[in-house]
């Protein structure tokens, strides 16, 4: 019976994929008014080198820590999701802009990856921080997110948060809690763009 219960319990919990610290603050924040348990999942092998992944780790456990939040993360392979993009893609992943058909086969990997988890820990609720951003095509991800959960009988939550307003937010208790903010998307094709 308590076994059971349990797991009737796991199910309210929505697993919360989070790409950063800061991008999860408006989400943390936006579900502890309603009052919804949450988990904060870290898988992301797009994060480029190992020490950036690692410091985007390190600040998301600190978050967690000060919302009492359990936080499960995911072996790091990057080599897996290189490889993933190279059989994807028709062109080099260097030769693709910001924002197109490479980001959308890095949102694909990572979302299934999530879903994966789901289904192997039973959670049936989900949501991404990749949902809410300013720079990333959003229809895109929300839409992979949505027709993959029906395909596997799980509950994709899509947040309506404002784009601006959540990156103020974030911004804000970002320096409240000395948090790192990182300068590029994550991987070492973004990295190159932004630094050239």
């Known amino acids: 019976m308590a076994k059971e219960l349990s797991i009737n319990l796991k199910k309210e919990i929505i697993l919360l ?16 008014k309603q009052n919804q348990p949450i988990v904060l ?13 690692l410091k985007r ?18 072996y790091y392979n990057h080599k897996d999701w290189l ?28 979302i ?11 959670y049936l609720k989900w949501t991404t921080t990749l949902s809410v951003n300013r720079f990333k095509d959003v229809n895109y991800i929300n839409n992979f997110s949505l027709s993959q959960s029906l ?8 947040l309506n948060l404002d784009p601006f307003l959540s990156y103020q937010q ?12 990182q300068k590029y998307c994550g991987c070492e094709f973004s990295l190159k763009k932004k630094y050239k």
Not at 112 to 122: A, D, R, S
């Open 83 to 110: 490889n993933y993009l190279r059989k994807k893609l028709p062109l080099k992943p260097e030769e693709y802009k910001e924002n197109t058909f490479r980001c959308q086969k890095c949102f694909e990997f990572r």
């Open 41 to 53: 999942y870290f898988d992301n092998p797009n994060i480029y080198p190992k020490k950036e992944y």
């Open 57 to 74: 780790l390190s600040n998301l456990k600190k978050v967690a820590q000060l919302y009492n939040l359990s936080l499960k993360k995911a």
């Open 170 to 181: 974030a911004k804000e208790l970002s320096e409240k809690y000395n948090l790192y903010r």
């Open 112 to 122: 299934l990856k999530v879903i994966n988890f789901c289904l192997k820990n039973n």
């Open 17 to 32: 994929h989070s790409c950063c610290a800061i991008c999860a603050l408006p989400f943390i924040e936006f579900f502890l």
């Open 151 to 158: 395909n596997n009988n799980l509950e994709y939550v899509k």
